[in-house]
């Protein structure tokens, strides 16, 4: 069964870093674009937060409110996205979700995702 697993997620003061993970089992990320997704705590709708296309010429996005501060990149050999975040801010706790599908596009829309992951939860606070 295809999967996406998160991981990374921690309690950081502002200005801190953290790099989330996410893992696909059962298939390859490399063909796929990936997009991370983040709920903010007292929110219904998850946010686009950075996407990447598939391998070859890829492409990446981020929102205004991380542009400069948060990175997506791949590791095509250990099948793993990364999101560096880096200059944290109050604004940015939240649950953090890895997200795919057949024809997900950059910037990432969530009503087109058909794969989530469980999440990975980020604290900023002093």
């Known amino acids: 069964q295809v999967q996406l697993v998160e991981s990374g997620g921690d309690s950081v003061q502002p200005g801190g870093s953290l790099r989330l993970s996410c893992f696909g089992t059962?298939?390859?990320?490399?063909?796929?674009?990936i997009a991370w997704f983040r709920q903010s705590p007292g929110k219904v709708r998850r946010e686009g937060v950075a996407?990447?296309?598939?391998?070859?010429?890829?492409?990446?996005t981020a929102a205004d409110s991380v542009k400069g501060r948060f990175t997506i990149y791949r590791d095509t050999q250990k099948n793993v996205v990364y999101l560096q975040m880096n200059a944290l801010e109050p604004e940015d706790p939240a649950v953090y979700y890895c997200?795919?599908?057949?024809?997900?596009?950059?910037?990432?829309?969530?009503?087109?995702?058909?794969?989530w992951g469980k999440g990975t939860s980020v604290t900023v606070s002093s």
């Open positions: 997200a795919t599908s057949s024809w997900l596009e950059c910037p990432p829309v969530s009503e087109t995702v058909t794969v």
């Open positions: 059962e298939f390859s990320l490399s063909y796929y674009t």
């Open positions: 996407c990447i296309t598939t391998i070859g010429d890829p492409q990446t």
